[in-house]
């Protein structure tokens, strides 16, 4: 071997492992839940990893290049998702999700170009059986274990636990679903052709029992209409007529849902149905909108609260694909993913081409090493002995299932494999009409490999000649671009999300009183929030963990009584400017506004209490509760079906002696009423019950804010021997403190008072 043929064979390797290793991490990891850095870092393996195969060719003759022609679809689209980072209000998410998809386009181009269709598919297939088998444990073994936490957990994550529906690495069970309903029907396809009923038999019923402990019923939908489509490509010759029949199909159901009252009905038989029904029509005045620009890649959460009904639903995703992309990137952004998925349908169902030459499998040694170091690395992050188990028990599993499906011999035949790629890609393309996926990167990792799978399998790439200058000139464009991404941005990014993380801990361990030393929590969140804020200064939640730390700094000193009263005012202006920093990076987010408000208005307290002694605080507190106003009318504005919403824009325009507060406190009342007829019933969406009381007492019902009031305290204190009773609603009224203002005080103490009486 040459020195030249070493240098490429080397980089070849690396490029491999880097592909492989990206893509299992994307498929162990949850996008959602990782952080802007360490996907960033994830998603960096594809582009050293196309430089490395790149420099390989560039130190040779050249390389040639099978084209695809997926290519220029995913630029298209990845380039259109760049652009909308300028029209983005909240551009890191904007920015964190086009880079995701620039990535995918280069991951796509290493699938076809580095691994190869047979280690591809079983690498896929590997992966499929071991995230199966993770669900199944998750459902037998771990889910028991933390049933004892539903008790005590907020109504949600309970409703979560109880239910039992494994997730395995992704966000939720529907996207588990999404990920099964993809990769079953192309491991059915693969038993067909390698003749292997009994062993891929058994991994397609572990992989089905997985779908159906996942709940979800979209799933098994879309891996029936995958179904029906495998079987109809297996009985009609003419595929064409196949997919002519099923898009006018699919189009006339989508389109019977979207815009027919089917919806409406669906919805009131349906509570999944109901939530997605406020979820698509919120999006229609988004796209009406901005029908060409979008709002921005993955702004749609900030825009959906502008644009809901008064149905008390929250999300932070539209659960249809291609409604959200549609909002987000445009009309030209929804048919540049419509280019990518009808290419992938068109090449699936074209008689097969000359074939792609196989290439030759690395040693099982080579991909050992990969899964050793990932199963490594989960021990290295487990928290107990069960996570150490689990990762170990898992990277086993993947590597035994690569074993096996590698000892089988090539099959004579790739029918059964393709038609269920079709078969799979349609029931992605089906169940992305009712959740999201996309937005989920291991499933939209792995529907890019599915698209390379299906390029590979269908062979006649056009083989095109790069000389080495064209290599050399790509690798230097790749390693100029992925050096300072790699080396300044990632561990910065990174660090901000490690710091993120330890500020939130402090912040929960103050606030639920668990802390033995507030002081040092405090002054812990303060110093990890400022300085992700220096390693990430486009991460609004660092200012807004801040502005947290500093105003229980405030609160610290002027509870102290603080000599200096200028270190009291530092702390002041530092947590409104931080709030401020927040909102400018985000300034569609409804919550900084009020939280911002919520500063204001207990600073006007504070400079209130100040002011039967001097002109400039009560001119202080005059000014705060005019920038109160402001705020929360714009948190108002910005979210206007939230009853907080609505009741705080109520007190301080009753601060202000505005009739207009009337109004707001009787929608208050309304909105909070909705959300107690919602299934989930959720407690923050309601107000509680002093804040219930103020509306009607505002309204003219005093009679029944005060039965309110004492059914609430008698139901609190309900059996409780007379002096744990009187210790009970001691600290019922201090958790009130906040609400007790502007004339509640004496409503509370007597319905407090008229308890006690009867408790002697």
Known sequence: MTPDARWTSLFDRTAL??????????????????????????????????????????????????????????????????????????????????????????????????????????????????????????????????????????????????????????????????????????????????????????????????????????????????????????????????????????????????????????????????????????????????????????????????????????????????????????????????????????????????????????????????????????????????????????????????????????????????IGLAGGLIALMVHMVVDFQLYEVGVAAALVAVLALIALYRGGAAAVRLPKAVCGAATALLLALTAPLLVGVTPRAMAADNEIEEARAALASLESGGSANPTKMISDAIRVSESAQAHNPFDPEAYQLFARAKFHEWDLLQRAGAREGRTVEESEGTVLQALENAIRLRPLLSPLHYEKAQAHRIFRRYYLKAGRTSEMAAAKAAEHLRLAIEHQRRAYELYPTYCRNAYLLARVLEIAKDPDATRYYKEALRLSELAGKELEDLDRLKLGPVAQARCLRAVGKPLEARELLDGYLRQAVQGLPAKDARERLERIVKSYEEELEEGMTPVLKDAVDAIIRDLK
């Open 17 to 418: 492992f880097l592909t492989l290793l990206g893509f299992l991490l994307r498929e162990w990891t949850p996008g959602s839940t990782a952080g802007a850095g360490l996907n960033l870092f994830i998603h960096l393996m594809f582009w050293i990893a196309l430089t490395l195969w790149f420099a390989g060719r560039a130190t040779a003759s050249g390389a040639d290049y099978r084209f695809t022609g997926f290519e220029f679809a995913f630029l298209a689209f990845a380039a259109l998702a760049l652009l909308s980072v300028q029209r983005a209000g909240f551009r890191l998410a904007a920015l964190e999700q086009a880079l995701t998809w620039l990535s995918f386009a280069l991951f796509f181009v290493l699938c076809v170009q580095v691994v190869g269709r047979r280690l591809l598919l079983s690498t896929l297939l590997a992966t499929l059986v071991t995230i199966s088998l993770y669900a199944l444990i998750q459902k037998a073994v771990l889910f028991p274990l933390i049933q004892p936490a539903a008790s005590t957990a907020n109504v949600e994550m309970s409703r979560r636990i109880l239910t039992n529906e494994p997730f395995a690495t992704f966000i939720g069970p529907n996207q588990l679903a999404g990920f099964l309903v993809l990769l079953l029907p192309v491991l059915l396809g693969s038993a067909i052709d390698a003749r292997d009923y009994k062993g891929r038999g058994a991994a397609l019923a572990l992989g089905m029992l997985a779908l159906a402990f996942t709940g979800s019923l979209g799933g098994w939908v879309a891996l029936t209409c995958g179904g029906v489509a495998m079987l109809a490509l297996w009985k009609i010759p003419k595929r064409n007529v196949v997919a002519g029949l099923g898009a006018a199909a699919t189009a006339v159901a989508v389109a019977l849902l979207l815009w027919s009252p089917l919806l409406a009905t669906v919805a009131r038989h349906s509570h999944s149905m109901h939530v997605r029904e406020v979820y698509w029509r919120a999006t229609g005045p988004m796209i009406a909108e901005a029908p060409f620009r979008g709002v921005g890649l993955d702004n749609w959460q900030d825009h959906y609260f502008q644009t809901k009904s008064d149905v008390q639903q929250e999300t932070k995703k539209a659960h249809n694909d291609y409604l959200q992309i549609l909002a987000e990137t445009g009309i030209p952004g929804l048919l540049g993913l419509l280019g990518i998925l009808i290419l992938g349908l068109r090449k699936a169902l074209a008689a097969e081409s000359a074939p792609e030459p196989e290439k030759r499998d690395p040693s099982p040694w080579f991909i050992a090493s990969i899964v050793a170091l990932l199963s490594l690395l989960g021990v290295l992050q487990a928290a107990d002995l069960v996570g150490t188990s689990l990762s170990i028990v898992l990277g086993a599993a993947w590597i035994g299932v690569w074993l096996w499906l590698r000892r089988d011999p090539t099959p004579t035949s790739t029918t059964g494999t393709r």
